[in-house]
T-cell receptor, first 123, second 111 residues
Framework: EVQLLDSGGGFVQPGGSLRLSCAASGFPFNNNAMSWVRQAPGKGPEWVSTIGGSGSSVFYADSVKGRFTISRDNSKNTVYLQMNSLRAEDTALYYCARNRGSGSYYNYCFDTWGQGTLATVST | QSVLTQPPSVSGAPGQRVTISCTGSSSNIGAGYDVHWYRQLPGTAPKLLIYGNTNRPSGVPDRFSGSKSGTSASLAITGLQAEDEADYHC???????????FGTGTKVTVL
């Protein structure tokens, strides 16, 4: 069974940092791009970042570029999201998601999601 | 604010057919990028419902169908059931934003 287990969320003050982790199982991890998608309370999902299967290609939403870093350890089947300089507007449930698609990454969807981990940025 | 616009809500009686629209522009749906649909039950993660405009993942009933034309896409649910009450989100890629985008979301209510 394909599973994604998100962790690492918590409460942090503005300007602080958090590191999210996503442990994957049930599929050949290094064959898939992986993403982080967040959802603020009462809002729709918002794509945050994507990393290719080998880790050499990374993409970020403008809202987090320069502050967040996505990485992966294929030996541990784990993807990470380092979040620095956090702002109140970063408060959200963060989901790890597996990308699915053939050909161009433009057409990827998110076919499996973790349960989410909550990051709260507040004084 | 999302670049993909969906109606905030749609409703129908059990057994009826409802459709949800997803309206984009020339930098996303109109540029030929695929549209995908997700269903989200309260307190749970989104679940993939339709991928590549018209394809259903294994396990998704054929009551759900997707279509795409021009700068818009649609999700149709036939034989509406109580369990279909949820939020539905479309998703595509936007070349102006250089990233994936989600729709504004639609809440389906079964009367």
């Amino acid at each position: 069974e394909v599973q994604l287990l998100d962790s690492g969320g918590g409460f942090v003050q503005p300007g602080g940092s958090l590191r999210l982790s996503c442990a994957a199982s049930g599929f050949p991890f290094n064959n898939n791009a992986m993403s982080w998608v967040r959802q603020a309370p009462g809002k729709g999902p918002e794509w945050v970042s994507t990393i290719g299967g080998s880790g050499s290609s990374v993409f970020y939403a403008d809202s987090v570029k320069g502050r967040f870093t996505i990485s992966r350890d294929n030996s541990k089947n784990t993807v990470y999201l380092q979040m620095n300089s956090l702002r109140a507007e970063d408060t959200a449930l963060y989901y790890c998601a597996r990308n699915r698609g053939s050909g161009s990454y433009y057409n990827y969807c998110f076919d499996t999601w973790g349960q989410g981990t909550l990051a709260t940025v507040s004084t | 604010q999302s670049v993909l616009t969906q109606p905030p809500s749609v409703s129908g009686a059990p057994g009826q057919r409802v459709t949800i629209s997803c309206t984009g522009s020339s930098s996303n749906i109109g540029a030929g990028y695929d549209v995908h649909w997700y269903r989200q039950l309260p307190g749970t993660a989104p679940k993939l419902l339709i991928y590549g405009n018209t394809n259903r993942p294994s396990g998704v009933p054929d009551r759900f169908s997707g279509s795409k034309s021009g700068t818009s896409a649609s999700l149709a649910i036939t034989g509406l059931q109580a369990e279909d009450e949820a939020d539905y989100h479309c998703q595509s890629y936007d070349s102006s934003l250089s990233g994936y985008v989600f729709g504004t979301g639609t809440k389906v209510t079964v009367l």
